[in-house]
């Protein structure tokens, strides 16, 4: 054992009042009154120093005896508060109560690094702590905490994580998780699916479905619309088993082109066209129409489809003679292509324009291929069971209009062959 472990020992019993000294006839049995430790004069010297007992004279001779380790001594020291009745006395020490003997211990090493690598190995399993390599840095249980957790596989931040609970209403909608809804189904329609006029929503008992044939031909200034999600009651593949569905998804791919031959440009010849391609689904809360089918309902209503810039609600003009409208039928459907639609009656998820040259310009002027991808969030309701187009909110609608660049009233014959398959998603509970 060395001479540093023997005085940690002696250190320890000092401080715990159990070191027992030899007969004085001043207090027998234990420690004189006059003696004092001197813990870092045992460390300066190789040997360990005897207790220096201050008698009378040497207090009377002002310590004539003392070394420098003995002024050097840690003391603790106490400072006078500006206020006894506010704040206590302060003290070096970690704290002011009374400490244990091992506490005691590891506060006098723990501001001394160079003390407590002098111990040898079995002296440092007795003293629980371990110097830190940055003290000032505050380390917390919080801080500890954090750092010890790891990036979760779903790749977001505890702080950003959001549990998910089962709803307690019934309506299981498009943002609710996948394990609250109910089945997934699907309706497909096509360009030759015509039987569900979105329009008038007249009724219609028999499938709507039919199977794709040829494609579908549009006069260039001509407006059409095809209804993408009419459902029945029923337990079927296509059916819904109340009267609303969940939409969650939609796509429709297809291919648009104009066959107008190159020449000078005549009622067939020589067109070039503007197109629009918008998926609207009708909200049905504000809709207004002349026919009884159509009250209360969610039609498309083409006369009420765009809102100016100046706030007035205008449709779409069909007109085919010159000044029928009120800047002219070419020049309005030209104007409309840049109109915001009525988003009070309907709602835009989707909107799309480009250009068609005539057939005689380059390959890929005059024809396109469109996919339309995107998610709903749009809950479908129904009036009837056994009809197929009785909407009464979010009627899904493919509309397609086109516009002569030229601001031409007549329009082009048959000019626009178009074909498109839809796959429309939603949840049936």
């Known amino acids: 054992m060395s001479d540093l472990d023997e005085w940690m020992e002696d250190f320890l019993e000092e401080y715990a009042g159990t070191k027992r000294y030899a007969d004085t006839p001043n207090r027998p049995g234990k420690r004189p009154k006059g003696y004092k430790k001197n813990p870092v004069a045992r460390l300066l010297k190789s040997k360990r120093p005897r207790l220096t007992p201050v008698t009378r004279s040497l207090k009377k001779k002002g310590g004539t005896r003392t070394s420098r380790a003995w002024e050097i001594s840690p003391q603790r020291l106490r400072y006078p508060s500006s206020s006894k009745s506010r704040s206590r006395s302060v003290s070096r020490t970690p704290s002011s109560r009374s400490l244990s003997q091992q506490g005691k211990m590891e506060s006098f090493l723990k501001g001394n690094e160079a003390m407590y690598s002098k111990l040898t190995p079995a002296s440092k399993k007795k003293v629980k702590f371990v110097f830190d390599a940055n003290p000032s ?78 494609e579908t031909t549009l006069d260039i200034g001509e407006l059409k619309s095809w209804s993408l999600n009419p459902c029945i009651q029923g337990n079927g593949v296509t059916e819904r088993n109340g009267r609303s569905i969940d939409g969650t998804y939609l796509r429709i791919q297809g291919h648009i082109r104009n066959s107008s031959a190159a020449g000078t440009p005549t009622q067939t010849v020589g067109r070039k066209a503007y197109v629009r391609m918008l998926i609207l689904a009708c909200k049905g809360q504000a809709a207004s129409s002349t026919t009884t089918a159509a009250r209360g309902a969610a039609p498309f209503l083409k006369s009420q489809m765009f809102k100016k810039i100046n706030g007035d609600v205008v449709g779409f003009d069909s007109g085919t003679t010159a000044g029928s409208g009120s800047a002219g039928s070419g020049v309005a459907r030209v104007r409309s292509l ?17 250009q068609l040259a005539n057939a005689g310009e380059s390959f890929g002027s005059s024809d396109r291929l469109f996919d339309l991808k995107m998610k709903l969030k749009q809950r479908t309701t129904f009036s009837g069971a056994s009809d197929y187009a009785s909407f009464e909110k979010n009627q899904l609608v493919f509309v397609v209009y086109s516009a002569d660049p030229a601001c031409t009233d007549s329009m082009g014959t048959d000019l626009l062959p178009i074909e498109f398959e839809s796959k429309y998603s939603y949840k049936d509970f």
């Open 137 to 214: 840095k505050v380390r917390h249980n919080l801080t500890r905490k954090n750092a010890r957790k790891t990036m979760p596989r779903g790749g977001k931040p505890y702080a950003r994580r959001k549990t998910t609970r089962k709803p307690r209403g019934a309506y299981r909608g498009a943002v609710m998780p996948k394990w609250a809804k109910g089945e997934t189904k699907h309706i497909l329609m096509n360009d030759n699916c015509s039987d569900v006029n979105p329009e008038t929503l007249q009724s219609v008992t028999s499938s709507p479905f039919d199977s794709h044939g040829d």
């Open 338 to 354: 840049q109109l915001p639609i009525n988003k009070q009656l309907y709602t835009v998820l989707a909107d799309q324009k480009f």
